[in-house]
């Protein structure tokens, strides 16, 4: 097939960048795929009319580098690969910023015509924002004008399909390649931030925001050394995102024991990962996203801890507090805490890997094996060849209802200025 695939790129630093840079070369082989990123996305529109595209694919997300997707998803239906399944941050920090508060109010009311009157005017007006947002996806745009949708976790696929019937949607699984956490590697990293080769160190990898529970790590995390553990925590990744990163940390006293290192390439992951024991992989409120950063820990051999949410309940994973295993699956892939006990669950869990080896590297083997099964490239590349074919054999469907500033081309001002001149632009019509 002759794809056209819209996605931010490296050197961006978005997972998804990163992702369409893993796949792509591997689909490369048996399809002719054109990149498109925001520098390069008005390219498309005169490509596809010279020589139509057999399929669009859509790579879409909640950062800002999938802002520019949203002008072409409803007017050249493809494929579009859902990597949150809550898109209201996006949709409410692009309108509000432009002040396109009319807009705002319309596709809010098409997406959740049954929603309260008047939760749109707090959203213009401030007055919400951030985890509330959660509550309302603003999907339904995508859902009905896709071909086909595609989502990385089952659940969250059969919830789409349950509550947008007659939609196309499959699951994708997320695939990160193999990572070599290499003894020398471990030691070069930890005499480079400062870690003593003795000291457990717990470790949380990609962008750090409030959602990554970076309060409840912290204090839990402080608990275990005032106990006595010989414990650091290395934070990888930008800290903008968490202002409050440097007081928080002086305020439980734990200046000497925070490693903050800041933005790492691709390529000096593996690194990282080999000075980290165990890593901390917790996320809530959720957008119901795969973490593929927890996927590179499982795959580097590490421990890790989840949060306990509801899409993930297929993962075999453990209580720390009572040992209690999730799913009937006999070996535990990684720890599970729940949000409703999370301080003292976590708290458990640090106190448990860090003093239990055995238990510790039991669950790292159990964790690189799940990722084999389940998780590597080539699962994905496979994953994907379905879902194209399928997406290429579904009809683009027929959508007369959306809201204007989806089909309105905005060329009203040209043609009003060429009437001017006594001119008209065929172009234009």
Known sequence: ?????????????????????????????????????????????WKARRTPYDLVVYQLGNAPWHDYLWAYLA????????????????????????????????EFAYDHPDAPEGVAEYAVEGLIGGSIYYFWSMLRVVMRTARMVA?????????????????????????????????????????????????????????????KRIASILQAFAALVRSGTDAFLLLVGDADGYP??????????????????????????????????????????????TSASWLRCLAAGRATIVSDLAHLVDVPTLDPRNGQLATRAPQPVACAIDLLVEERALAAAMDRLAHDSPFRDSLARAGHAY??????????????????AAAHAHAAPQVSDLPPHFTDDYSEPARCIAADFGMTVDILR
């Open 371 to 388: 990722w084999a099964a389940h998780h590597t490239v080539e699962i994905m590349k496979n994953d994907y060849e379905r879902v194209l």
């Open 151 to 211: 989502v990385h976790n089952s659940r969250v696929a059969e919830e789409l399909r349950e509550e947008y019937s007659g939609v196309g949607v499959d699951t994708i699984r997320m695939g990160v390649p193999p990572i070599d956490a290499a003894p020398e590697a471990q030691r070069r990293v930890r005499r480079e931030l400062r870690l003593p080769d003795e000291a457990i160190v717990f470790a949380l990898f990609g962008k750090m925001t409030a959602e």
């Open 75 to 106: 007017k050249y239906p493809g494929l579009v690969v859902l990597h949150d399944a809550r898109l209201h941050h996006a949709r409410a920090r692009r309108l509000l910023k432009e002040r396109r508060f009319d807009d705002y109010r319309r």
């Open 244 to 289: 409050a990163l440097t007081a928080e940390c002086e305020r439980h006293g734990l200046g000497a024991r925070v490693r903050v290192g800041g933005y790492v390439a691709d390529e000096a992951i593996g690194a990282h990962l080999a000075a980290a024991d165990v890593c901390l992989c917790l996320r809530w409120p959720t957008a119901q996203e």
């Open 1 to 45: 097939m002759r794809i056209a695939w819209f996605s931010p790129l490296p050197p961006i630093r978005s997972g998804i960048a990163a992702y369409t840079a893993e796949i792509v070369p591997r689909l490369a082989s048996a399809h002719a795929i054109d990149l498109f990123d925001e520098g390069t996305a008005h390219d498309f529109v």
